[in-house]
């Protein structure tokens, strides 16, 4: 899958872009048409991660990628109209679990839906991922909401971090997070490790479905005709 | 003012249209089609009419200019205005005041000339072409060289002028060779004065005198008597002195502006904005293409009435076009989308 980024002066377009010459995935595109967006609620590194996942999504899909200014999490479902425009058929947000329970993070999400006039006339998913089916006036679109988090990492607040703290485990010798925060473990790294385990996500393909199980989901959904 | 203009096989654009506004302002990716547009306006007044341009050791035509501009290494001819160059008719269909003004570029069969025809009642010369009968022209071009013969000369739409970068040494060429007639209009103390207030040296007048060694060069006066060449100012006074001597020399309706923010920095693009005001305000036409939001921002709130802002692309070579507003264009950039390139999203 390409990305498109919709604002090429973004902090998420130069991340996007580092990240791609450092460990060559060729995934950003500045041209082509596309019915798909991907909402990166909560910056980075979700979004360099978002990369490396698009490039094991094998295909030539061409989806824009947008970090909206000034929002986080949950209330970038309030600015999700001004995205839909007429070619866009399919909007997947990303988002930390952070201390919520998911339950009322979904429930939330419709309340914000149906306060912006959006009806849902279908639901499906798993733990950390919801297709909701959604219709605007006369618009069908679908809304893919996939939550960052991992159970098996211990930490009060869920975040892509869960992810990168269980691939540096995998990847790297005698890892063993010192602190209960997958933000902090993830940053006490220090940037040459960060980049290697990066380059190995790309590289161990297999590793990074296990790792990553609910955004690879979610991105068949993004990537659906 | 021309309210419409239709587009079909010219250059990069196979087919499309698009409404103007007394201030329209075409926003887009490169390639998108804007220049074409422009282009397209140019030639409506009439492609063969002198315009304020020089090259050559003569006074350039309308469709001359569109030649320099598009010169690629030696080639010739003006088989590059029909569509992928081997389209077999061109059109520009423009509206004005409810009457449609057609222009068309005919390839002949048997031929190596481009003729022009228009729908309109003039004087034209009626030439035979193989496959096409009788078609009343009033001049043809050259396919492989720049050979062309205008039958008559006249006006079919109001008569207009188009700014670019890349003809700001035509122009400058053009000042010299009709330097004569153009300092007895008594512009340039006008235009002098004018530009004082857009650097921190204040020009009295305009004038073309030796310069060491002997040959003639363009000097801005100033108050203190002393003169500085214009090409040693910045290239955005430059630019801005050069077309507005241009434009009071020619007196068009019609200001067609390509990459209008190309050399300014904000304090010119606000003076010129002002200026674009005044010209709405005397009832011109103004189209102008650009890749900057400031510069639509800043032109476009000059007289939001009259301003009509576009989003375009080409898709498969047809014309895509948005209307928005500047403040959908905030409201875009607030969620994090840059419309200058999302077009592809938003078209």
Redesign the interface.
């Known amino acids: 899958m390409k990305l ?7 902090r ?1 377009a130069s991340n996007i872009s580092t990240i791609s010459r450092k460990i060559k995935i060729n995934v950003v595109v ?5 019915d798909g ?1 991907a909402i990166i609620s909560n910056g980075s590194p979700d979004d360099i991660v978002f990369s490396i996942l698009s490039f094991h999504s094998d295909g030539k899909e061409i989806v ?1 990628i ?6 986080t999490r949950i209330a970038v479902l309030d ?1 999700i109209k ?2 839909l ?1 007429p ?2 058929k399919k909007m997947l947000i990303l988002m930390d679990q952070e201390e919520d329970n998911l339950n009322d993070i979904f429930d939330e999400c419709k309340r914000r839906l149906i306060k912006n006039n959006i009806s849902i006339t279908k639901e499906e998913g798993e733990l950390r991922l919801k297709v909701y089916d959604c219709k605007y006036v006369d618009r069908e679109f679908k809304i893919i909401l996939v939550i960052n988090g991992l159970d098996e990492i211990n930490v009060k607040k869920h975040c892509i971090e869960d992810h990168l703290i269980k691939a540096a485990c995998l990847f790297l010798k005698d890892f063993k997070p010192k602190v209960n925060d997958s933000k902090k473990a993830w940053e006490g790294l220090g940037k040459r490790q960060q980049i290697d385990i990066l380059r190995m996500l790309k590289e161990r393909e297999k590793e990074a479905h296990l790792i990553f199980s609910q955004h690879f989901k979610g991105l068949e959904y993004l990537e659906m005709g | 003012m021309i309210n419409r203009i239709k587009i079909k096989n010219l250059k990069g654009i196979k087919k499309g249209e698009l409404d103007l506004f007394p201030l329209t302002i075409l926003l887009g ?1 490169n390639n998108s089609g804007k220049t074409t547009i422009l282009e397209a306006l140019f030639l409506a007044s009439n492609p063969f009419r002198k315009v304020p341009y020089f090259d050559k050791g003569k006074n350039l035509l309308a469709v001359e200019v569109l030649q320099l501009m598009h010169e690629t290494l030696k080639a010739e001819g003006f088989a590059f205005l029909l569509h992928r160059y081997i389209a077999q008719e061109a059109e520009i269909d423009c509206n004005v005041n409810s009457e449609n003004y057609i222009l068309k570029f005919i390839k002949a069969f048997d031929k190596p000339y481009i003729y022009i025809s228009s729908n309109r009642k003039i004087p034209k010369e009626n030439i035979d072409i193989r496959g096409k009968g009788i078609v009343p022209s009033i001049g043809h071009l050259s396919l492989f060289n720049n050979e062309l013969r205008a039958y008559f000369d006249l006006f079919l739409v109001d008569k207009s002028l188009l700014i670019s970068p890349n003809l700001i040494k035509f122009g400058y060429n053009y000042l010299e060779k009709n330097w004569a007639s153009i300092i007895n209009m008594g512009v340039c103390r006008k235009v002098a004065e004018e530009s004082s207030t857009l650097s921190n040296e204040s020009y009295k007048d305009i004038t073309i005198e030796p310069f060491l060694g002997g040959k003639l060069s363009i000097y801005a006066y100033l108050e203190d008597g002393t003169r500085i060449r214009l090409g040693d100012l910045g290239e955005g006074i430059q630019s801005y002195i050069i077309t507005r001597i241009l434009y009071e020399v020619e007196g068009p309706s019609i200001i067609l502006w390509d990459d209008v923010e190309s050399h300014f920095n904000p304090k010119i693009l606000f003076k010129i904005s002002n200026w674009f005001g005044d010209l709405l305000d005397e009832g011109k036409q103004i189209v102008l293409t650009t890749h900057s939001l400031e510069a639509a921002r800043i032109i476009g709130e000059i007289n939001e009435e009259k301003a009509g802002i576009y989003l375009i692309n080409l ?1 498969k070579n047809i014309l895509k076009t948005k209307k928005i507003t500047l403040e959908e264009i905030e ?8 419309v200058r ?2 077009d ?3 078209l």
């Open positions: 498109f980024p919709l604002d090429p002066t973004s998420t500045q041209s082509g048409f596309f967006i824009g947008v970090k909206p200014p000034r929002i600015i001004t995205y425009q070619r866009i | 990716s898709d409201e875009f950039r607030e969620v994090g989308i840059d390139v999302a592809s999203m938003l």
